[in-house]
Nanobody, 125 residues
Framework: QVQLVESGGGLVQAGGSLRLSCAASGRPFSTYVMGWFRQAPGKEREFVATISRSGGTTQYADSVKGRFTASRDNAKNTVYLQMDSLKPEDTAVYYC??????????????????WGQGTQVTVSS
């Protein structure tokens, strides 16, 4: 198993930036594909980004492509989400998640077995 703890959320004005962190403990971090999801009030949890075990491959939702960047430091057991040019519609609780799957799209929630508690991101207009 792996335990995940997100941090770095907060209140920011539109156009600003935030960097989320997700610290992992438990099984070797490098064995997991990591993902970021978000959930806005009244909406389903949606895919934001995923990063491969080595960090060499990333994929993003169209809504954040070009503005968000996922990265990871396996030596520190931490994955990051750099969020730039934030918009009010980015307001949500952001979750990191870990997938032990050897293959898949990694866009789907059911591919991830472990989840953090979430961190609130609020973007004011």
């Amino acid at each position: 198993q792996v335990q995940l703890v997100e941090s770095g959320g907060g209140l920011v004005q539109a156009g600003g930036s935030l960097r989320l962190s997700c610290a992992a403990s438990g099984r070797p971090f490098s064995t997991y594909v990591m993902g970021w999801f978000r959930q806005a009030p009244g909406k389903e949890r949606e895919f934001v980004a995923t990063i491969s075990r080595s960090g060499g491959t990333t994929q993003y939702a169209d809504s954040v492509k070009g503005r968000f960047t996922a990265s990871r430091d396996n030596a520190k057991n931490t994955v990051y989400l750099q969020m730039d040019s934030l918009k009010p519609e980015d307001t949500a609780v952001y979750y990191c998640a870990a997938s032990p799957c050897s293959s898949g799209t990694f866009y789907r929630r059911d591919e991830y077995h472990y989840w953090g508690q979430g961190t609130q991101v609020t973007v004011s207009s």
